[in-house]
């Protein structure tokens, strides 16, 4: 019997896509993560640089599961001339997988701006030649317009917009055929699962193996959203994205139980466990190695210094960092696994 909620765990991967959260701009997604987890009768707690914890319970050596709520998007670098907006990425984002997609700027004052990315030139009736020739560049011929009739730098800067301002794009959710397609799959999915676990273990008054305490991040697309962890930590799952690709493993109907990313091998011991549980339990997954540009919040944890065992699970899901898309199948097998590793039979 799965207690997979496919109903609350959509509802509330868009309730935090509804909430713009590129890495740094973390205030309104704890805040809405905190309302979520009170909904579940769990009193949150936070850290100083806007991480949620919520403590499920349990006795024995403590266990993290975390999924962060950051987002990857832009930031304005500088004012160009003519008005628009010379920008660069905050994480992993590059032009090719954004350029035509509307964004939202956040001014220090509070406004919030829209716009869209674009190529200069951008018209293939006019400069074809241009656009085919070269690739796209945030530095040189990626920009973002405002939806404002500006002319020059001071019409922009009269509007509040300026250097450090941050930009989301537009997440674009949609459900067909049980795929779902969106930006931020990565890792807000995963959170959505997360909150649908800490659901179903106080609904259902299961009994958990030891102590658990559900992290939500906001800085793991730069590195160091777990660098920080509360006192006694023995363990740490991550619950993030399974890239696809040609020599993957990972497809979007199963769970991936990380062996290894770009920074090195998973704990091979606690990776064993999630594959024994697997079986166990009937789950439809697959083992995966993700090089060379890829790594998940129990890194940050093992760099930091922490002498804690690390291991990373997640859906397969296909156009990383770009507009992506998962199964259903995918998210449910990621929180069964997830829920027999910590519960009893």
């Given at each position: ?105 956040y001014t ?77 799959i990565d ?24 102590r658990v ?133």
């Open positions: 019997m799965s207690f997979f909620d496919e109903s609350y765990v959509l509802d509330t991967f868009q309730v935090l896509l509804s909430v713009d959260s590129t890495t740094g701009q973390y205030e309104a997604v704890s805040r809405k993560a905190a309302e979520l987890i009170r909904a579940l009768g769990i009193e949150p707690c936070f850290t100083h640089k806007g991480g949620v914890l919520a403590d499920l319970g349990g006795e024995g050596d403590p266990l993290v599961i975390t999924a962060h709520l950051d987002d990857i998007g832009l930031m304005v670098r500088k004012i160009n001339p003519d008005g628009t907006l010379n920008v660069c990425p905050v994480g992993g984002l590059y032009p090719f997988y954004c350029v035509t997609e509307n964004v939202r700027v220090a004052d509070g406004d919030v701006i829209t716009g869209t990315v674009c190529r200069t030139p951008n018209s293939v009736h006019v400069t074809e030649n241009e656009l085919r020739g070269e690739q796209g560049d945030f530095r040189t011929n990626v920009c973002v317009v405002l939806d404002r009739p500006v002319k020059s730098a001071d019409d922009t800067r009269a509007l509040g917009v300026e250097t450090g301002d941050y930009i989301a794009l537009d997440h674009r959710f949609t459900r067909s055929g049980g795929y779902i397609k969106s930006r931020f890792d807000k999915a995963c959170a959505a699962v997360l909150l649908g676990l800490m659901k179903a273990v106080r609904e259902n008054s299961l009994k958990l193996k030891r305490i559900a992290y939500f991040a906001c800085y793991e697309e730069i590195g160091h959203g777990t660098a920080w962890l509360p006192e006694g930590i023995k363990d740490i799952l991550a619950l993030d994205i399974a890239p696809t690709g040609p020599d993957q493993n990972s497809e979007e109907h199963r769970v991936s139980i990380f062996a290894k990313d770009s920074r090195f091998p998973y704990h091979s011991g606690m990776t064993a466990e999630l594959r024994k549980t697997a079986k166990a339990a009937g789950v439809d997954y697959v083992m995966d190695v993700f090089t060379p540009h890829y790594g998940s919040d129990g890194d940050g944890s093992v760099l930091a210094g922490y002498d804690i065992r690390h291991a990373a699970i997640g859906p397969g899901t296909a156009n990383s960092h770009g507009y992506e898309r998962t199964h259903t199948d995918g998210l449910r097998n990621t929180f069964d696994l997830a829920l027999a590793y910590i519960t009893e039979p």
